[in-house]
């Protein structure tokens, strides 16, 4: 059993944390920017929470912690209620928020100097992936840390996987998105065809998810696409678009072309337009649907 802090309680965070304490049989520490969710956690979990990250990570040997975008990362790991202000020597950071490389790389950089280790990893499978511990994991890191580490990743680990430098997962989890708004385009695009030209619709699914256009959106988002519905479940658009633009801001940088994952990214602004926020990704059908 290790002492662990978990930092971030959204609806990834929080079934994260869940399983660290009733899988992992760690002593968890919670922290939640609205206290009153760590306090429910605690409750749930029988684990313990905190009004500050710097509280939180106290004695801890992991940290990890999952959160919005680059400037709450930085919130909550610097500043004198920090993480790093609060960890000890020789003790593990790992960021599971969807981020920048830049910032990763800064993390990393001030971890160091105060002897804490740092490993980004952000991670893929959404909701359901983070609630059923079957999450896909890309790491960036040492590989020392890392293999300290990926134990207690495992807890909620299906894959768990060194890439490489600080900053690599990131740059992976970028790719995950680049792959996933085409993949959606396609999906949405094939399925409104193959319903305006009145095919049976579980019928082509049942035989096209057999061959060579396969994929995990295809199995667990052609129902809702073609029943029109987006709401109440998966991955928001806002948080696509904040993860797009991580990506098209990279590409600046790197000199990659991105022309279809801009054009999607500006197909989720129109969703936005049209109330779509906390829609579904696979809302890019409603747009085909309803001109």
């Known amino acids: 059993m290790a002492k662990v802090a978990f930092l971030g309680l959204g609806v990834m965070g929080y079934p994260m944390a869940g399983h660290l304490a009733k899988k992992g049989g760690h002593d968890v520490t919670v922290y939640n920017r609205t206290a009153a969710k760590a306090g429910e956690w605690a409750k749930a979990h029988g684990g313990k929470s905190a009004p500050t990250p710097a509280e939180a990570v106290k004695d801890c ?43 990763a790389r800064e993390v990393h950089a001030k971890a160091k100097d105060k002897g804490v280790g740092f490993v980004d990893a952000p991670v893929s499978g959404g909701q359901a992936g983070a609630e059923n511990g079957q999450l896909g994991i890309m790491c960036g890191g040492e590989p020392a840390v890392f293999d300290k580490a990926k134990p207690v ?4 680990a299906k894959s768990c996987v060194l890439i490489g430098a600080p900053g690599a997962g990131q740059l992976t989890k970028m790719v995950n998105q680049i ?76 000199g990659a072309r991105l022309p279809v994952t801009a054009l999607v990214d500006q197909f989720y602004a129109q969703v936005q337009a049209r109330g779509g926020k906390r829609w579904d990704t696979c809302s890019l059908m409603q747009l085909l649907i309803k001109d």
């Open 61 to 103: 040997e992991f940290v990890m912690m999952c959160v919005g975008n680059d400037d709450d990362v930085r919130s909550v790991v610097f500043g004198d209620q920090g993480a790093l202000a609060g960890m000890k020597k020789g003790a593990i950071l790992v960021d599971h928020t969807t981020a920048s490389a830049l910032v």
């Open 153 to 156: 990743l495992d807890i909620y």
């Open 179 to 254: 792959v996933i708004g085409g993949l959606m385009q396609g999906l949405a695009e094939g399925l409104n065809f193959g319903q305006r030209a009145g095919l049976d619709m579980e019928k082509v699914v049942s035989v096209i998810s057999k061959g060579a256009a396969q994929s995990w959106q295809m199995e667990n988002r052609w129902k809702p696409m073609t029943e029109g519905k987006f709401d109440g479940f998966g991955f928001a658009v806002d948080w696509m678009r904040k993860d797009l633009g991580i990506c098209l801001a990279e590409a600046k940088h790197n």
